[in-house]
């Protein structure tokens, strides 16, 4: 089969209905960080700390999308997906985290969705990205405190009026466990707390705030479809020990289990409740119930498997396997059996792949980059969603990470996810190999021509 052959046979393998798309967050992208009255954000914050981000960078300007709206949005539509996942700031929004919207931040996001309603793409819109009100950091110490939750649902409902007329989808958050774990049991991420018991009580916050803010959105409007965002990983074992398969089974626990038996079974497992003992959050009566709204889709985040190792907590990578930039082993074997692993467990609403893409270190000759790992990266992860496809799991969407090279957290502007790589000096976007390999499937999905 020439490449053609084999794109057009790859999309055949998806459902007419599905959607391709391509993804970003606010942070990382729209820079103007205290443009038109927006307030900082805890990110804004944690990146003036030495020696927390790799290149010592921030996000003030980023790739500044929020003054390049309208060319960024061209840059989708030239892709031909028919989808686009983005983060909304809630600083921007609600500069301090409460009160009333702030209508700069809502003019800007009306230009964002009716940009691309005109383009023919479908708005999928994230409510926290992370970005969360520096204001409630600093007075009410943020996720760990109990009314940052409601604050939160006060926050979404506003969005639903505000957006909602003509954005149907909605996640509540992207990756809980992330916000919980990286930014306050293992200190990487913003706000930089190091300390389980608070992680906990944080992740319990948010899963909160998740249903108190679903509950919210849908007495404002009926017809949205309401979600959440999770990175899901399979959790091996490093050896057939004892102890480590006992590590992998709490690792597991804690990454997966967590957080899909609070909000599909309305309870978090009993076996990590008594694992964290002490550290385990502060939970009243209604609050499981309240978790467990019901959902009309899953957003999963997929990279590469876990491999448990005590030395290492959430290791994603081992010895002697091909590794992304970022170190994170690539097996895309391991995305479809996540998939069926859920579908196995759990009474899934439909999936979409929220997130999945790949980062490697980007060469520019004579105006073009030929990233061929990212390429056969992608690839080889699309086929493992058809797949899992095959074997009956109702996948509605893949939407790859990411749209532009950003700023990608504490490694700062070190890592390059991008289909469009950003030369960050002039603003100037270049479209990859892998972007018009993508590019090309959306247009053999589409039943369009595609480009040489
Ligand atoms: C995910 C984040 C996203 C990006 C990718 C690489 O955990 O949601 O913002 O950083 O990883």
Request: hydrophobic share 40%; aromatic share 12%; with cysteine.
């Amino acid at each position: 089969m020439n490449d053609l052959q084999s794109l057009a046979a790859l999309s055949d393998r998806f459902p007419r209905n599905f959607r391709w798309g391509v993804a970003s967050s606010a942070f990382q992208i729209e820079g103007a960080a205290a443009a038109d009255g927006k307030g900082a954000s805890i990110w804004d914050e944690f990146c003036r700390i030495p020696g927390v981000i790799a290149d010592g960078s921030d996000g003030q300007i980023a790739c500044d999308h929020y003054h390049r709206l309208d060319a960024d949005l061209d840059l989708i539509a030239g892709l031909g997906v028919k989808a686009y996942r983005f983060s909304i700031s809630w600083p921007r929004i609600q500069p301090t985290g409460s009160g009333p919207a702030l209508q700069s931040g809502i003019d800007f996001y009306n230009r964002l969705v009716d940009g691309l309603l005109t383009r023919g793409i479908e708005p999928y819109a994230t409510l926290y990205h992370w970005d969360l009100p520096a204001e409630l950091q600093r007075k009410h110490q943020g996720w760990a405190d109990r009314s940052t939750a409601y604050r939160f649902a006060e926050y979404a409902a506003l969005l639903a009026q505000a957006l909602g007329d003509r954005v149907r989808s909605f996640a509540t958050h992207n990756e809980p466990w992330v916000t919980a774990t990286l930014g306050h049991e293992l200190g990487h991420f913003a706000p930089g707390v190091k300390n389980r018991a608070v992680a906990m009580q944080v992740s319990h916050h948010c899963l909160l705030s998740h249903g108190l803010a679903v509950q919210a959105m849908r007495s404002v409007r009926q017809n949205l479809n309401i979600g959440i965002v999770l990175n899901l990983s399979p959790v091996y074992a490093a050896s057939a020990s004892p102890a480590d398969e006992l590590l992998a089974a709490r690792e597991d626990g804690l990454l997966v289990r967590w957080y899909l038996d609070a909000l599909l079974r309305g309870t978090y497992p009993s076996d990590i409740l008594q694992y964290l003992g002490p550290d385990a959050p502060q939970v009243q009566a209604a609050d499981e119930r309240l978790i467990c709204q019901p959902l009309d889709f899953l957003g999963v985040n997929y990279y590469s498997p876990i491999r448990s190792i005590a030395t290492r907590p959430f290791s994603p990578s081992r010895e002697g396997v091909p590794v992304t930039d970022m170190g994170w082993e690539v097996a895309s074997a391991s995305f479809t059996d996540l998939l069926l692993r859920l579908d196995r467990d759990y009474d899934l609403p439909p999936l979409y792949i929220t997130e999945n893409g790949a980062a490697y270190r980007d060469t520019i000759i004579e105006g073009v980059v030929k990233d061929e790992e990212r390429r056969a990266y992608i690839e080889s992860h699309v086929s493992a969603v058809a797949d899992a496809i095959d074997q009956g799991v109702d996948v509605r969407g893949y939407f790859l990470w990411s749209l532009l090279d950003n700023f990608e957290w504490a490694s700062g502007y070190t890592k390059r996810f991008g289909i469009y790589y950003v030369d960050y000096a002039t603003q100037a976007r270049i479209l990859k190999h892998s972007g018009f390999w993508f590019k090309n499937l959306a247009a053999a999905f589409h039943r369009e021509r595609i480009s040489a």
